[in-house]
């Protein structure tokens, strides 16, 4: 997939990328990905539908699990509906998804092999704690 936000043959941006987000780029096969850093409002908004849009199986899987398994616990203790159990944890869990979701991406993409695709990517990922660095002694 070509960068949209930027034409490498002629060294010219074609369209501004945020200052609060990163381009990665997956160096065996060319991928592309560009996100926010920070708070994910989408996620908040509409919760499992983010990673499901982003094709981001493993934490969309890992979302519903834990919705799940609140929803479960919040039903045997409080003794109400399943169906009520779960929404409630989805109301409650949507804060926790919108803070976390763009660090689980993040990092989830960079166990898959994804690097940042340059220095304000890269400076941007570790400022925040996306991107761990090695230090040298």
Same mark, same amino acid.
């Given at each position: 997939?070509? #960068?949209?936000?930027?034409? !490498? &043959?002629?060294?010219?941006?074609?369209?501004?990328?945020?200052?609060? /987000?990163?381009?990665? @780029? #997956?160096k065996s096969n060319g991928q592309i990905r560009i996100a926010k850093v920070g708070f994910? %409002?989408? +996620?908040?908004?509409? +919760? $499992?539908? $983010?990673?499901?849009?982003?094709? &981001? %199986?493993? #934490?969309?899987?890992?979302?519903?699990? =834990?919705q799940w398994g609140i929803g479960f616990l919040i039903a045997t203790v409080t003794n109400? #509906?399943? !169906?009520?159990? /779960? +929404?409630?944890?989805?109301?409650?869990?949507?804060? $926790? %998804?919108?803070?976390? /979701?763009n660090l689980m991406y993040f990092r989830h993409l960079f166990n898959k092999g994804y @690097?940042?695709? &340059?220095? *304000?990517?890269? !400076? $941007?990922? =570790?400022? +925040?704690?996306?991107?761990?660095?090695? *230090?040298?002694?």
């Open positions: 997939m070509k #960068n949209p936000f930027n034409d !490498d &043959d002629n060294n010219r941006n074609m369209l501004p990328i945020p200052p609060n /987000y990163a381009t990665v @780029v #997956n994910s %409002w989408t +996620s908040f908004l509409f +919760s $499992i539908l $983010i990673p499901i849009f982003r094709r &981001d %199986w493993y #934490n969309a899987l890992c979302m519903i699990g =834990v109400v #509906n399943i !169906d009520f159990a /779960y +929404s409630e944890a989805t109301y409650a869990l949507s804060v $926790i %998804w919108g803070a976390f /979701y @690097v940042p695709a &340059d220095q *304000h990517s890269r !400076d $941007i990922l =570790v400022q +925040s704690g996306y991107l761990k660095t090695k *230090h040298k002694k």
